[in-house]
């Protein structure tokens, strides 16, 4: 298995443009979460799905803010419009659902200028 | 907000035993105990976790003090590679919320 694969790697836009995450989540698994990493607030769960429906978005930071899961393979983060404050590394990861141990995809590391 | 307290950071020497502590005072019977690490620009990456048993696996082992209150993780023979971020975590298992809580965690530095 590959894992969960994250694109892009990195992202480096200007203030104001619109910036979409991708994420594919290891097959078979039916929970899948999106977190920030910043050096100040350290690692935030920003929202996760089970089984395609968001059930806690508690920490989406503001409307700018959305995320959906189409199907069980695929899901993004939106930011619309990026601000520099937005700058981090975000994580995606998935879980089976009665499973606790996630397993993290490497990251994408957005710079907004 | 994390019910765990760890140093902010340790040292070992490569080769050695790393013993890694963590408080969570408020425990409860249903919540578990879970162990992650972060190495340096990576995600993190589940460990062990446990419940009130002592709990062993290929990479680290588990051990959880009688009243639950605090817990160690110990790596058994450390290397260089295990210079990373570990977080300690408590959490009801499965259930209809899903989601970690992270702290601060605690910096290991393996050193040579």
């Known amino acids: 298995d590959a894992g969960v694969i994250q694109s892009p790697r990195h992202e480096v836009t200007e203030m104001g443009q619109e910036v979409t995450l991708r994420c594919k989540p290891i097959s078979g698994h039916n929970s899948l979460f999106w977190y920030r990493q910043t050096m100040m607030r350290g690692l935030e769960l920003l929202i996760y799905?089970?089984?395609?429906?968001?059930?806690?978005d508690s920490g989406m930071p503001e409307d700018r803010f959305s995320a959906k899961m189409p199907n069980a393979s695929f899901s993004t983060l939106k930011i619309q419009p990026s601000e520099p404050r937005d700058s981090a590394v975000y994580f995606c990861?998935?879980?089976?659902?009665?499973?606790?141990?996630?397993?993290f995809g490497p990251g994408t590391r957005l710079t907004v200028l | 907000d994390a019910k765990t307290t760890q140093p902010p950071s340790m040292d070992c020497a490569e080769g050695r035993a790393a013993n890694l502590p963590c408080n969570h005072p408020?425990?409860?019977?249903?919540?578990?105990v879970y162990w992650y690490r972060q190495i340096h620009s990576q995600g993190p990456q589940y460990i062990i976790h446990?419940?009130?048993n002592n709990e062993t696996n290929e990479m680290a082992s588990l051990i959880i003090t009688e009243d639950r209150k605090s817990s160690t993780l110990i790596l058994p023979h450390a290397t260089l590679r295990d210079t990373a971020v570990y977080y300690c975590i408590v959490r009801v298992w499965g259930g209809a919320t899903n989601k970690l809580i992270f702290g601060t965690g605690t910096l290991l530095a393996v050193q040579p």
């Open positions: 799905f089970n089984n395609n429906v968001p059930i806690d």
């Open positions: 408020t425990i409860s019977g249903n919540e578990y």
């Open positions: 990861a998935s879980s089976l659902q009665d499973n606790n141990e996630q397993f």
């Open positions: 446990g419940l009130k």
